[in-house]
Protein backbone atom coordinates (compact mmCIF):
# COMPACT_ATOMS: atom_id res chain seq x y z
CA UNK A 1 0.00 0.00 0.00
CA UNK A 2 1.26 3.51 -0.56
CA UNK A 3 2.07 5.38 2.12
CA UNK A 4 1.56 8.90 3.00
CA UNK A 5 2.72 11.74 5.59
CA UNK A 6 -0.05 14.56 6.21
CA UNK A 7 0.81 17.53 8.73
CA UNK A 8 -1.74 19.07 10.50
CA UNK A 9 -4.10 15.82 10.63
CA UNK A 10 -6.34 16.18 13.63
CA UNK A 11 -8.92 18.84 11.97
CA UNK A 12 -9.94 21.02 8.80
CA UNK A 13 -8.16 20.29 5.61
CA UNK A 14 -5.52 17.41 6.62
CA UNK A 15 -8.21 15.58 8.54
CA UNK A 16 -10.44 15.68 5.20
CA UNK A 17 -7.59 14.63 3.24
CA UNK A 18 -6.54 12.13 5.41
CA UNK A 19 -10.16 10.23 5.10
CA UNK A 20 -9.95 10.49 1.72
CA UNK A 21 -6.48 8.77 1.23
CA UNK A 22 -7.45 6.23 4.06
CA UNK A 23 -10.61 5.59 1.82
CA UNK A 24 -8.18 5.00 -1.30
CA UNK A 25 -5.99 2.17 1.12
CA UNK A 26 -2.95 4.44 1.40
CA UNK A 27 -1.57 3.93 5.16
CA UNK A 28 -1.00 7.26 6.93
CA UNK A 29 1.41 8.59 9.27
CA UNK A 30 -0.52 11.44 10.93
CA UNK A 31 0.55 14.68 12.55
CA UNK A 32 -0.81 17.49 14.94
CA UNK A 33 0.26 19.39 18.34
CA UNK A 34 -3.09 18.46 19.66
CA UNK A 35 -2.97 14.37 21.03
CA UNK A 36 -6.42 14.69 22.17
CA UNK A 37 -8.15 15.69 18.32
CA UNK A 38 -5.42 13.99 16.85
CA UNK A 39 -5.89 10.68 18.66
CA UNK A 40 -10.14 10.50 17.57
CA UNK A 41 -9.13 11.23 14.15
CA UNK A 42 -6.58 8.56 13.84
CA UNK A 43 -9.35 6.47 15.50
CA UNK A 44 -11.55 7.91 12.43
CA UNK A 45 -8.81 7.05 10.01
CA UNK A 46 -8.15 3.69 11.03
CA UNK A 47 -11.58 2.52 10.28
CA UNK A 48 -11.08 2.33 6.89
CA UNK A 49 -8.94 -0.30 7.45
CA UNK A 50 -5.47 1.29 6.73
CA UNK A 51 -2.28 1.04 9.21
CA UNK A 52 -1.97 4.39 11.20
CA UNK A 53 0.62 5.71 13.04
CA UNK A 54 -0.22 9.40 14.84
CA UNK A 55 2.17 11.04 16.34
CA UNK A 56 1.59 14.42 18.38
CA UNK A 57 4.30 17.31 17.83
CA UNK A 58 5.49 20.31 16.87
CA UNK A 59 6.27 20.40 13.01
CA UNK A 60 9.09 22.97 14.29
CA UNK A 61 10.84 20.44 15.94
CA UNK A 62 13.67 18.62 13.92
CA UNK A 63 13.41 15.36 16.00
CA UNK A 64 9.41 14.96 15.49
CA UNK A 65 9.88 15.40 11.67
CA UNK A 66 12.13 12.66 11.82
CA UNK A 67 9.87 10.10 13.61
CA UNK A 68 7.35 11.61 11.52
CA UNK A 69 9.73 9.92 8.46
CA UNK A 70 11.10 6.69 10.24
CA UNK A 71 7.25 6.06 11.29
CA UNK A 72 6.72 5.81 7.18
CA UNK A 73 9.45 4.21 6.87
CA UNK A 74 8.32 1.92 8.89
CA UNK A 75 5.55 1.28 7.19
CA UNK A 76 7.10 1.14 3.72
CA UNK A 77 8.22 4.44 2.78
CA UNK A 78 7.01 7.99 1.75
CA UNK A 79 4.95 7.78 -1.37
CA UNK A 80 3.04 10.95 -0.62
CA UNK A 81 3.77 13.92 1.77
CA UNK A 82 1.44 16.43 2.93
CA UNK A 83 2.50 19.81 4.32
CA UNK A 84 -0.54 21.12 5.72
CA UNK A 85 0.46 22.32 9.00
CA UNK A 86 -0.18 26.48 9.07
CA UNK A 87 0.51 29.36 11.88
CA UNK A 88 -1.06 32.78 11.14
CA UNK A 89 1.33 34.62 13.07
CA UNK A 90 -1.28 36.63 15.10
CA UNK A 91 -5.29 35.45 15.94
CA UNK A 92 -6.55 37.44 14.76
CA UNK A 93 -5.27 39.02 12.29
CA UNK A 94 -3.55 42.29 12.34
CA UNK A 95 -2.01 44.98 9.74
CA UNK A 96 1.50 44.70 9.54
CA UNK A 97 1.76 47.97 11.46
CA UNK A 98 0.88 45.71 14.84
CA UNK A 99 2.47 42.24 13.42
CA UNK A 100 4.80 40.85 16.43
CA UNK A 101 8.28 40.21 14.91
CA UNK A 102 7.54 37.35 16.97
CA UNK A 103 4.23 36.23 15.53
CA UNK A 104 5.78 36.63 12.15
CA UNK A 105 9.05 34.18 12.70
CA UNK A 106 6.32 31.50 13.98
CA UNK A 107 4.56 31.45 10.65
CA UNK A 108 7.94 31.37 8.67
CA UNK A 109 9.32 28.68 11.00
CA UNK A 110 5.85 26.91 10.50
CA UNK A 111 4.53 27.35 7.02
CA UNK A 112 8.39 27.55 5.24
CA UNK A 113 10.97 26.45 7.60
CA UNK A 114 9.47 23.36 8.97
CA UNK A 115 7.66 22.31 5.78
CA UNK A 116 11.20 22.34 4.43
CA UNK A 117 12.83 20.49 6.83
CA UNK A 118 10.42 17.75 6.31
CA UNK A 119 10.48 17.89 2.95
CA UNK A 120 14.61 17.09 3.52
CA UNK A 121 14.17 14.43 6.01
CA UNK A 122 11.81 12.42 3.77
CA UNK A 123 13.64 12.88 0.17
CA UNK A 124 15.25 9.50 0.04
CA UNK A 125 12.13 7.65 0.39
CA UNK A 126 10.33 9.84 -1.67
CA UNK A 127 13.13 9.42 -4.66
CA UNK A 128 12.96 5.78 -3.90
CA UNK A 129 9.11 5.76 -4.18
CA UNK A 130 7.63 5.06 -7.79
CA UNK A 131 4.95 8.17 -7.45
CA UNK A 132 7.12 10.37 -4.98
CA UNK A 133 4.81 13.52 -4.58
CA UNK A 134 4.95 16.54 -2.58
CA UNK A 135 1.88 18.63 -1.43
CA UNK A 136 2.11 22.30 0.23
CA UNK A 137 -0.58 23.69 0.78
CA UNK A 138 -0.59 27.33 0.00
CA UNK A 139 -3.33 30.28 -0.22
CA UNK A 140 -4.20 33.09 -1.97
CA UNK A 141 -2.64 35.81 0.52
CA UNK A 142 0.18 34.30 -1.05
CA UNK A 143 -0.38 36.30 -4.78
CA UNK A 144 -3.14 38.71 -3.73
CA UNK A 145 -2.66 41.50 -1.49
CA UNK A 146 -5.18 41.32 1.68
CA UNK A 147 -4.84 43.51 4.41
CA UNK A 148 -3.83 42.17 8.08
CA UNK A 149 -2.82 39.00 6.09
CA UNK A 150 0.46 40.00 4.84
CA UNK A 151 2.43 37.84 7.25
CA UNK A 152 0.35 34.75 6.75
CA UNK A 153 0.67 35.65 3.24
CA UNK A 154 4.39 35.92 2.90
CA UNK A 155 5.31 32.82 4.56
CA UNK A 156 2.88 30.93 1.76
CA UNK A 157 5.00 33.11 -0.99
CA UNK A 158 8.17 32.02 0.45
CA UNK A 159 6.45 28.35 0.62
CA UNK A 160 5.03 28.57 -2.99
CA UNK A 161 8.50 29.25 -4.15
CA UNK A 162 10.46 26.82 -2.58
CA UNK A 163 8.00 24.31 -3.72
CA UNK A 164 8.48 25.45 -7.62
CA UNK A 165 12.74 25.13 -6.72
CA UNK A 166 12.14 21.65 -5.36
CA UNK A 167 10.14 20.69 -8.38
CA UNK A 168 13.03 21.73 -10.46
CA UNK A 169 15.88 20.45 -8.50
CA UNK A 170 13.97 16.80 -8.17
CA UNK A 171 12.40 16.47 -11.44
CA UNK A 172 11.69 12.46 -10.83
CA UNK A 173 9.06 13.81 -8.31
CA UNK A 174 5.71 15.59 -8.50
CA UNK A 175 5.43 18.93 -6.21
CA UNK A 176 2.55 20.68 -5.80
CA UNK A 177 1.76 24.10 -4.17
CA UNK A 178 -1.69 23.81 -3.93
CA UNK A 179 -4.38 26.73 -3.19
CA UNK A 180 -7.52 25.37 -2.02
CA UNK A 181 -9.18 28.26 -1.63
CA UNK A 182 -11.64 29.46 1.66
CA UNK A 183 -12.62 26.98 4.26
CA UNK A 184 -14.37 26.89 7.07
CA UNK A 185 -11.74 26.34 9.85
CA UNK A 186 -10.47 26.59 12.73
CA UNK A 187 -7.60 28.66 11.10
CA UNK A 188 -10.13 30.82 9.09
CA UNK A 189 -12.33 31.70 12.66
CA UNK A 190 -8.90 32.15 14.17
CA UNK A 191 -7.53 34.94 11.74
CA UNK A 192 -11.40 36.97 11.11
CA UNK A 193 -13.40 35.75 13.76
CA UNK A 194 -16.01 37.86 13.19
CA UNK A 195 -16.51 37.04 9.61
CA UNK A 196 -20.67 35.91 9.24
CA UNK A 197 -19.89 34.80 5.56
CA UNK A 198 -20.67 31.04 5.53
CA UNK A 199 -17.27 28.97 3.93
CA UNK A 200 -17.03 26.02 2.13
CA UNK A 201 -16.11 22.76 4.13
CA UNK A 202 -12.63 21.57 3.62
CA UNK A 203 -13.81 17.80 2.18
CA UNK A 204 -15.51 20.05 -0.65
CA UNK A 205 -12.05 20.39 -1.77
CA UNK A 206 -10.88 17.43 -1.38
CA UNK A 207 -11.57 15.68 -4.84
CA UNK A 208 -9.32 18.45 -6.12
CA UNK A 209 -6.48 16.98 -4.28
CA UNK A 210 -7.23 13.56 -5.43
CA UNK A 211 -7.35 14.34 -8.54
CA UNK A 212 -3.58 15.76 -8.65
CA UNK A 213 -2.23 12.37 -7.56
CA UNK A 214 -4.78 10.80 -10.46
CA UNK A 215 -3.50 12.74 -13.01
CA UNK A 216 0.05 13.59 -12.11
CA UNK A 217 -0.05 16.95 -13.52
CA UNK A 218 3.51 18.81 -14.05
CA UNK A 219 5.22 20.54 -10.95
CA UNK A 220 3.82 23.64 -9.83
CA UNK A 221 1.29 25.63 -8.60
CA UNK A 222 -2.53 24.80 -8.35
CA UNK A 223 -5.84 25.84 -7.26
CA UNK A 224 -8.50 23.62 -5.85
CA UNK A 225 -11.05 25.79 -7.66
CA UNK A 226 -13.79 23.93 -8.95
CA UNK A 227 -14.42 22.26 -11.53
CA UNK A 228 -10.99 21.62 -12.41
CA UNK A 229 -7.57 21.99 -10.84
CA UNK A 230 -5.70 24.88 -12.63
CA UNK A 231 -2.50 27.00 -12.05
Not at 14 to 25: K, V
Not at 72 to 80: K, M, P, Q, T
Amino acid sequence: MPVAIVTGASKGLGRALAGALAARGWDLVLDARGAGPLRVAEEEVAGFGVRVVALAGDVTDGAHRAALVAAARGLGGVDLLVSNASALGAEPLVPLAELPPAGLRRALEVNVVAALGLVQEALEPLRASASGAVIAVSSDAAVEAYGTWGGYGASKAALDRLMAVLGVEEPALRVWAVDPGDMATDLYAAAVPDDPDPRPEPGAVVPAFLRLLDERPASGRYTASAPAVGR
